[in-house]
């Protein structure tokens, strides 16, 4: 742990240092592209649209700014910030450093409504791909909560039917593939399921940003419950914690955040499990500090990858789940040879 508890500073300062960081990746990401734009003519194209000041930009500039690029970086923080609270809330939950969002069946969900909506056509018109995927993730995860509550509702039980929940949906999903897409929609659903920020726009916006506060003030309310759990669910009873409630409200704000992430981008891998971690070395375990360090650092990390999959390759765009996992996994070992090491 980097920051000592004492001293209030240390964190204040962190906190500040990471907006300002996140902003300058904001404004990098808008910047950043194959046709590049200077920072100055982005905070002018930005100033336009929202003070109406009235600077002389050409159009191509202006939409390139606003409608493509601007709501592009804000999703990735948004499904950062999520995906990463998601994995720190699950992780204390289930008492399992290897639990992240996707443990729960959510995702694998999310891909079979992505592809019924895309490849049998449900909803006639009516669903789009992001509608399917959402009720799809849903689906998944009242079906592994209904498993898990039969089968005694322990953290243990809990990532087993997830792990078959994953498995069933991941089955409907290849066989739907296989049975009824042709090659261009079975390449579609690859690219999809790998993560990609292409098609957001700001109504995408409008969904991520919101979802992703109230469930950050909703995993805030609990941190005393979550640091309750670090000790077991008995304990957290005798300190007086609504267990079964908590778990409740807390597994289900995971599942709403991570299925609106998915129903968006797609499934994007390691934030969830590496974000928690890297916050945890820097300021601790104590969950009032924990998840605002996770929710930021998440925010960065995507948008970093999000810069990332659209320059390391020229004129191609890579979808965000490979960059992810391609520094995602380096780095997740560097953390447990870390905490190997401290032991």
């Not at 209030?8 to 990098?28: D, E, K, N, Q, R």
């Not at 993730?137 to 994953?166: K, M």
């Not at 593939?177 to 690219?191: C, I, K, P, Y």
């Not at 953390?335 to 190997?340: E, Q, S």
């Amino acid at each position: 742990m980097l920051l000592k508890r004492d001293g209030w500073w240390a964190p204040v300062a962190l906190t500040v240092a990471a907006f300002v960081l996140l902003g300058l990746m904001i404004s990098l990401a808008v910047s950043i592209g194959e046709i590049s734009i200077p920072l100055q003519t982005t905070a002018k194209a930005v100033s336009n649209r929202l003070f109406g000041t009235g600077f002389e930009l050409s159009r191509i500039h202006q939409g390139i700014v606003w409608d493509y690029r601007l709501s592009r970086a804000l999703v990735a923080a948004s499904a950062g910030a999520s995906l990463a609270l998601c994995g720190a809330i699950l992780q204390a939950l289930l008492r399992n450093p290897l639990a992240e969002p996707y443990v729960l069946g959510i995702s694998a969900g999310a891909s079979t409504g992505a592809v019924c909506v895309m490849i049998l056509g449900f909803g006639y018109g009516v669903l789009s791909l992001s509608s399917g995927a959402f009720i799809g993730a849903v689906a998944a995860f009242l079906l592994v909560g209904v498993l898990a509550a039969g089968a005694g509702g322990t953290g243990e039980r809990i990532i087993l039917c997830g792990i078959a929940g994953s498995q069933l949906f991941n089955a409907l999903t290849a066989y739907i593939v296989t049975t009824s897409a042709n090659a261009e929609q079975a390449r579609g659903v690859m690219f999809w399921l790998l993560g990609s920020l292409g098609g957001v726009r700001w109504p995408d916006v409008y969904l991520a940003a919101p979802v992703t506060v109230i469930g950050f003030l909703v995993c805030l309310a609990h941190v005393r419950a979550l640091d309750a759990f670090a000790f077991g669910t008995d304990a957290a009873a005798s300190l007086g914690i609504a267990v079964r409630r908590v778990q409740i409200v807390l597994l289900g704000a995971t599942a709403v955040m991570t299925a609106a992430v998915v129903s968006m981008v797609g499934s994007i891998g390691f934030v969830g499990l590496v974000i928690p971690h890297a916050a945890r070395f820097l300021v601790g375990p104590a969950h009032s500090r924990l998840l605002p360090a996770t929710a930021l650092g998440g925010a960065l990390f995507m948008v970093a990858a999000d810069i990332i999959s659209r320059i390391i390759v020229p004129q191609q765009i890579l979808p965000i789940g490979v960059v992810t996992a391609l520094f995602g996994a380096p780095a997740f070992a560097v953390i447990l040879y870390g905490a190997r090491r401290t032991a």
